[in-house]
């Protein structure tokens, strides 16, 4: 059975750190496109990250440019999501999404895979 576990939310200070780590159980993320996506309440889902399946560039919405970044550990079978220089609005639930594409791909619609989310909370 395929799984996403993202872990590694909490609460932090205005401009502080925090490294979110999705890992997949029951499949090979190897040929997978990945992104992260973000959705704070009583707003709609905010793509903030994503990385094609094969080793081509990582786009990162404007909003968080300069302060997050996207990796992937193929070894271990898990993608990360940087983030520093934390703000208030960064607040969200942040959820990992897979499908198996070659290419980067932005449309939430497009993923088939999904975990359950981590919060992230900013004290300002």
């Known amino acids: 059975q395929k799984q996403l576990v993202e872990t590694g939310g909490g609460l932090v200070q205005f401009g502080g750190s925090l490294r979110l780590t999705c890992a997949a159980h029951?499949?090979?993320?190897?040929?997978?496109?990945i992104g992260w996506f973000r959705q704070a309440p009583g707003k709609e889902r905010e793509g903030v990250a994503f990385m094609s399946g094969g080793d081509g560039p990582i786009y990162l919405a404007d909003s968080v440019k300069g302060r997050f970044t996207m990796s992937r550990d193929r070894a271990n079978n898990e993608v990360y999501l940087q983030m520093d220089s934390l703000k208030p609005e960064d607040a969200a639930v942040y959820y990992c999404a897979a499908t198996f594409r070659g290419v980067l791909v932005r449309n939430p619609a497009e993923y088939d895979n999904w975990g359950r989310g981590t919060q992230v909370t900013v004290s300002s």
């Open positions: 029951g499949f090979s993320l190897a040929h997978y496109a």
